[in-house]
């Protein structure tokens, strides 16, 4: 295989089968947090594939305002939208609650009919997130967990190079992704994020679910095993993990050790070291993800526009949904991430590496 | 703090204390493989503090040799060694021969009065290496333990930095050593290296250890738990761990996780995470460290000149020995990483987090 193959059209949309479209998927945005305001109105803005349909969110004041900068049709509170009203404005519904409360308003999705973008982690707890895949099933219903790293070009250019043999046998996985919470989500000390309740942990679910789930996307691996460590020194993170470090062990025998913090320096990145070379993402989940890799003493950093990540996760899903077919990270996928984080919590509680199973 | 001071004598020998001498320490080589010859030998001929007294190998036709090259004294077989030949020629003994064989030539040493410096690990087994310290304590011999990066300048400003408080309160380390064994140190497959009786493991003890050791020795903290994961899909590890990853939980909170690999594109990082700041060391391993430091959105790498950290590690002990004082890394710090080591492999047989005791 040719290195320059890979990065001739290093950002193109492989993922892109349709026309830009006469109507645009119209989307609920559910949840008007601080992701969901600062991150998807303006991806969805600049989208020629979707647009806002609704917004919902449990103040009825919030949702006009936003409704008001978005030029939604419908402003709901959380009441309304589990009552059904306001569903010929959209064709989807997009879910960025607390991960704890995915499940209800991803359930009224699917009685309503609609396609599920629901954010990471899917839920709270195995059997939630579980529960959460049976109802879009029953319900005839497309579901994606919105993994955003599976349409960066970097990861995807990272993932065929590792499937094309670049990197000799993968062998090893490195990962890591550390943030202030306080400075990049927001300064309350009693956001979601950091409730056990309402985000069923903190650092490994909301963090290291990046370079986890990242890992198997560029490996095409699952985990089998998973091991981990967590400690919350500072009064804020009671209950939650605010640093994790953890161990996977991947179906194809390759081992991954990854740290990740809410409250440290920032940092991200990916690193797949096999016998014969080495691929890394870095930055990698902030964002702003570059590609470099190395072979013998050879190294080539690819330093690429970055994409909206989050404007390609929803024309990609809008894509599926115009084209009929189902998308991925389906909710299958996304259960063995939570299946693994659960699994990591519970060897951090046992001292014990846990199996992954489904 | 300020970080100028730290580096404004990056690569100041801070540990230095005697004068050169008009008597340099006579050494006497034990064990004349690749890293003997290659990298002690020139090491020592540039040394003003240190001299080679005497050369000792199983084969006498290679001990001649170097001592032709080395203008040795002596030169000797271990037959000879052990019988206490020509110890008039040496003041102190490395030893740099296979792991498990370590305690025999040590406890040698230890029976001539003469100071110890054995190369890492200390041995293939907890209780030799026990038994190794307790010859030497009982003989009244000093005894260090090769961990040449306790004299790298970029490892002893990263320490001063986190002691001073520079990464805030540091949470999580990374580190990684990788290299290709047969493109690095020899291209036979039976080389000791990868025989378990001889090495007592390879990938964690060879290569492992050392961020291992360096984040012991930049933290100053020890092991609690420890846990791992070998693989080993290449023929020529049969019996030894290829590749690992492993996680430490330090006593003071910090967990690392760190990757090594006899077999793998190279690679050598130490980096610590910590609540408003970041040092990494890279390079990191191969003689060649380089610290980086970062707080908030502002970074400075630090190009210093390598040190020779063989010369400096003679030269560091042979400045104990004359000033008198006791060297460290000692038998106790080095039998820390044995027992540590040990836990890990004991964890990727067992599945579980191993407690390091001592």
């Known amino acids: 295989m040719e290195l320059a193959e890979h990065l001739a059209e290093f950002t193109r949309r492989d993922w892109q089968t349709v026309d830009v479209p006469d109507e645009p998927v119209r989307f609920a945005l559910v949840g008007l947090g601080w992701w969901a305001r600062e991150q998807v109105v ?33 402003a709901l509170d959380y009441e309304a939208y589990h009552d059904g009203e306001g569903t010929d404005a959209y064709d989807a519904v997009y879910v960025a609650t607390p991960n704890a409360t995915h499940l209800d308003f991803a359930a009224t999705a699917a009685d309503h009919g609609k396609a599920v973008l629901c954010e990471k982690p899917m839920e709270a707890t195995v059997e939630r997130a579980e529960r959460l895949v049976e109802r879009c099933d029953a319900a005839g219903v497309q579901l994606m967990v919105g993994y955003r790293m599976h349409v960066e070009p970097a990861a995807r250019r990272m993932r065929e190079l590792v499937r094309d043999g ?7 996985v490195e990962g890591a992704m550390c943030q202030d919470v306080f400075a990049t989500v927001s300064p309350d000390p009693d956001q979601w994020r950091l409730d056990p309740d309402l985000a069923g942990g903190s650092a490994l679910v909301d963090l290291g679910v990046y370079p986890l789930n990242t890992a198997r996307f560029v490996l095409d691996a699952d985990p089998t095993h998973a091991q981990g460590t967590t400690a919350s020194p500072d009064e804020a993170f009671a209950g939650v993990d605010e640093h994790v470090s953890f161990e996977v062990a991947f179906d194809d025998g390759v081992a991954a050790a990854c740290v990740a913090s809410q409250y440290a320096q920032r940092r991200d ?16 989940f902030f964002g702003e993800a570059q590609l ?31 084209d009929g077919r189902d998308p991925g990270p389906d909710g299958e996928h996304a259960l063995v991430d939570v299946r693994t984080t659960t699994a990591i919590y519970e060897s951090a509680d046992a001292g014990e590496r846990v199996a992954v199973t489904s």
């Open 292 to 322: 470099t890799v190395e072979r013998d003493d050879a190294e080539a950093a690819f330093s690429v526009e970055p994409v909206d990540e989050v404007r390609a996760e929803f024309d990609y899903f809008a894509d599926c949904l115009l």
């Open 166 to 172: 670049f990197l000799g046998d993968p062998a090893l």
């Open 269 to 284: 990145h990916l690193t797949v070291t096999g016998t014969e070379g080495r691929a890394t993402l870095k930055p990698a």
């Open 42 to 74: 303006p991806a969805l803005a600049a989208s020629d594939y979707c647009e806002v349909g609704a917004v919902v969110s449990g103040s009825s004041s919030k949702a006009e305002r936003v409704r008001e900068r978005t030029e939604a049709e419908r």
